[in-house]
């Protein structure tokens, strides 16, 4: 393509040159006639001579003239292998910078989802806090009380505990509660995940196992996984329902929520009778709240347990979440899965030894009640089922 360029350019210039060369010549021609016109007798070997002089001339200058345009084609064909050279360097130039660009892009998104998680657990982290301010006061207004129940449990070792009714605590803990659900809501699909049960097949079952973090505390997990046969629009219905439905003795309902109509707050007590004889019982506040999604309903909740008696000094906490999604096999059925992660904690919030019997005896307590709390929800629905069919 460059040759023919060149080429084309070279005829270019051969053609500016013929006209100049050929009015030159036809000039000169003129010029040598006009002499023959007024002498008709003049020597023609004079003639002849001047002719060969005036070629010469031109010869001279036409060499002259092809020089410069030599030089200026010359000129130009250097230029186009600059320009050729910049051409060649500018895709890569732009790919390097796309390449760029597409990193800082990628780093930009990058950031701002760094930011927003940022923001979430800035939020989750402030809720915690007062939470745990929370129950750390209620440790230090209660150490008169738990101090009281020890020595009532040492002289009536057969006497049952007190009725339940609602305190102070029980307003602060559930609006505190109710605050972090939005974090803990947050971090459902993580969790369904981490758990193991996020897979939506139809295999099920129940699982509670014992585990240890990365400081060696015990903690418990539970899950459970089933079908629910109904379809979806029923069965979130039902678990509606079923979470305003709890079947414990003593049980005393909590009306005060912000938002009365997805929230749930129920206490009641559990009680056992130590190896020593001794009564004691464990009080559990519990908080339930649902979001409905499209295709997906999520519920969350927090159990917070108080050791009383022979437990005294004992608390633990509970986080658990629950899933209802349309079944994948079936269009009349459901599946509902389960989570949830228990510790088991002293008065100042750190994870208690585990070696007392009576630390067992608790810690086995609070997981069979926290376990049921979870299990009453797909038992309840299953029997609701069955009775409205």
């Not at 209620?138 to 006497?159: G, I, P």
């Not at 109509?261 to 007590?269: D, H, L, N, Q």
Request: proline residues 2%.
């Amino acid at each position: 393509m460059d040759a023919e360029f060149l080429s084309e350019v070279e005829g270019f210039l051969d053609l500016c040159d013929l006209p100049t060369l050929v009015s030159t010549q036809a000039a000169h021609g003129n010029e040598s006639s006009s002499p023959q016109a007024v002498d008709s007798n003049g020597n023609d070997h004079a003639s002849d001579e001047a002719k060969a002089l005036m070629t010469k001339g031109e010869r001279v200058r036409h060499q002259v003239y092809r020089k410069r345009r030599r030089a200026e084609r010359e000129l130009l064909q250097q230029e186009i292998k600059e320009l050729e050279a910049k051409l060649a360097k500018e895709p890569s130039r732009l790919l390097s910078m796309s390449g760029w660009r597409m990193v800082a892009t990628c780093h930009l998104e990058s950031r701002l989802v760094s930011e927003k998680r940022q923001r979430q657990l800035r939020a989750a982290l402030a809720a915690q806090t007062t939470l745990i301010r929370t129950y750390q006061g209620l440790a230090q207004e209660e150490l008169v009380h738990v101090t009281t129940l020890q020595r009532t449990s040492e002289r009536e070792t057969h006497c049952e505990p007190a009725m339940l009714r609602l305190e102070s605590f029980d307003t602060e803990f559930y609006k505190t509660s109710e605050k972090t659900f939005n974090a803990i809501y947050a971090q459902t699909d993580e969790v369904l995940d981490a758990f193991g049960i996020d897979a939506t097949d139809s295999k099920c079952g129940i699982s509670i196992r014992e585990l240890r973090d990365e400081n060696g505390n015990m903690f418990f997990r539970y899950t459970d996984k089933r079908a629910i046969p109904t379809n979806f629009e029923q069965s979130c219905i039902n678990l509606k329902h079923t979470l305003r439905l709890h079947q414990q003795k003593d049980q005393r309902i909590y009306d005060g929520m912000e938002d009365p109509g997805s929230t749930v707050a129920i206490k009641f007590r559990v009680t056992s009778r130590l190896k020593s004889g001794k009564v004691a019982s464990v009080l559990l506040r519990v908080i339930n709240r649902w979001y409905q999604e499209d295709k997906r309903m999520v519920v969350v909740w927090r159990v917070f347990g108080e050791g009383e008696g022979g437990f005294a000094g004992m608390h633990s906490d509970e986080i658990g979440w629950g899933t209802l999604t349309p079944s994948t096999e079936r269009d009349d059925s459901s599946l509902l899965r389960l989570c949830a992660r228990y510790v088991p904690m002293n008065f100042s919030g750190a994870v208690v030894g585990e070696r007392d019997p009576a630390v067992k005896q608790f810690a086995g307590l609070v997981v069979n009640a926290s376990t049921t709390n979870a299990g009453e929800i797909a038992t309840r629905l299953e029997k609701l089922l069955l009775s409205d069919s």
